[in-house]
């Protein structure tokens, strides 16, 4: 392993590591499900080891996916769903194109005009989103206020229209179940921070789940593994 290898100083094999992370991002799992299935193939590793290599590898994963996405549509579709952290209620942001490929996501610790501009701005900045030319959200009042103000400072074009459209919301409501069935898996947060890097190697794996990384088709298991072996350094 050279200096620069994200593996150095770990006791395990970087193929076993990368193997627990990928199964707990991917299935509705415990960490403690994940101990038993390594110790089935014959290794101990206990269940808080699983999580620190969640912790350090998960947002590795989404930052090295990242630059291989494919572009998405100009039809957004945004909403957020609830996640609790430590007994308290967080709000995860989360956009979709029309055709249900993920765009970008935001924990928050609110929910008002401020956190949806936010978001928008994300979102915009991200290297693989078109500029809009649809926004569709739900009947909440704060998007309205954080539209206008993107529109007001040029971020959105004039010939962007705003849609406060349930039903068309589908799309990404049903999209949050990916997310949410591992978050009750795993039997939540205890601490913000935690949240933020689970929920980034979540995200990562639902894009590759659906396809959205370059090269690597939607439910091909084999190639996705490969390609994640790839972003680490390790396929040969």
Known sequence: MTSSSPFKWRHFQPEIILCG??????YSLSYRDVEDLILERGLHVDHTTVFRWVQRYAPALDKRCRPHLRATNDSYRVDETYIKINKH???LYRAVDSMGATLDFMLSATRDADAAERFFRQVLQASHTRMPRVITVDKHA???LAFEALQHDGTLPETCLL???TYLNNTVEQDHRFVKHRVNAGLGFGAFHTAQRTIQGYEAMHR?????LEGVAKGDVLAQNHVINQLFGLAA
């Open 21 to 26: 992370v990928r199964w707990y991002l991917r």
């Open 163 to 165: 849609r406060q459209c």
């Open 208 to 212: 590759l789940r659906k396809g959205q």
């Open 142 to 144: 704060a998007y309205p």
């Open 89 to 91: 209620w967080y709000y």
